[in-house]
């Protein structure tokens, strides 16, 4: 299997701090691969270096053999990036919060009213297109997200903590689409999360940071047997290399934001 990512040394100080200190990772073609950590490990800090919205200190990497930092307008091609904050407007349509994205990816105008149909229907939301965002439900939100991201066809899907604020329902249903989308595409998706049984049930390998560093890299199976612990779980795993505990939340459109806002100022 090709590699998609190759991570070398990626580095992102902010003055005296260092957020990500020599991430270095290789996440394979396909591949659904979680990137875990208590807040403030450097997960959201290493994707927006890899989704080029931060220039790394130190450190490179190569997406789908484009050079982070002297393609990166080539890697941007290649990439579809789902934020913690939202990215969807409660004022529009889903529709029209889609067409916006269609002219941000700079897609052919002829193509934007075909692409845009086709991932609402895709995402399951096409019976909702044409009604305000505001009235959506957090799950709704995240699968019109998904799909602005989409929209150009992009080789790596990043999406940093995308099930935050989310009922466990409407987690499934986002989660049921994203399989569905890479059993048909072939896509490579690298998620952070704070839900150990998402990793552990949608992800080939995971790798676990703390203070900035990744301290371990396998599959949840390998990672499992790696500790002292019998029937140990993923959490097991993650209190074992961290020292942390993670918790959970849901909720609605205000609930989503407020969920995100506060993840945004502590991760």
Same mark, same amino acid.
């Given at each position: ?43 959201? +800090? +290493? ?22 930092? !002297? ?5 941007? !091609? ?6 913690? /904050? ?19 990816? *700079? ?52 999406? *940093? ?11 499934? /249903? ?30 080939? !390998? ?25 029937? /140990? ?5 993650? /209190? ?17 934001? !407020?969920?995100?806002? +506060? ?5």
């Amino acid at each position: 299997m090709a590699v998609m990512l190759d991570i070398q040394g990626l580095t992102r100080r902010f003055g005296a701090m260092t957020a990500a200190d020599h991430v270095t990772l290789a996440v394979e073609e396909c591949e659904v691969f979680g990137l875990l950590g208590p807040n403030g490990a450097g997960k959201s +800090t +290493t994707i927006k270096m890899l989704t080029t919205l931060l220039p790394p200190s130190e450190g490179t990497a190569l997406i789908d053999g484009y050079d982070l930092i !002297r393609q990166a307008s080539s890697v941007r !091609r290649v990439i579809g990036y789902v934020p913690q /904050a939202l990215s969807a407007d409660a004022s529009l349509t889903g529709y029209e919060n889609l067409l916006i994205f269609a002219r941000l990816y *700079d897609l052919p105008r002829r193509e934007h009213k075909e692409r845009t149909r086709f991932a609402l229907e895709y995402m399951g939301l096409g019976d909702a297109g044409d009604r305000l965002v505001g009235t959506y439900s957090g799950g709704m939100i995240r699968r019109l997200e998904v799909a602005q991201a989409l929209l150009h066809r992009p080789r790596v899907l990043f999406l *940093d903590e995308p099930t935050t604020g989310l009922d466990p329902v409407a987690r499934r /249903a986002v989660w049921d689409h994203l399989t569905e989308l890479r059993a048909q595409t072939g896509m490579t998706i690298f998620l952070t999360t704070h839900y150990m049984e998402e990793a552990d049930n949608l992800c080939q !390998r995971v790798a676990i940071m703390s203070h900035s560093h990744v301290v371990a890299v396998g599959s949840p199976a390998d990672l499992k047997a790696s500790i002292d612990t019998p029937d /140990a779980t993923l959490d097991d795993v993650f /209190a074992h290399y961290t020292g942390d505990t993670l918790i959970t939340s849901g909720g609605d459109f205000r609930e989503t934001a !407020r969920s995100r806002r +506060t993840a945004r100022r502590v991760g």
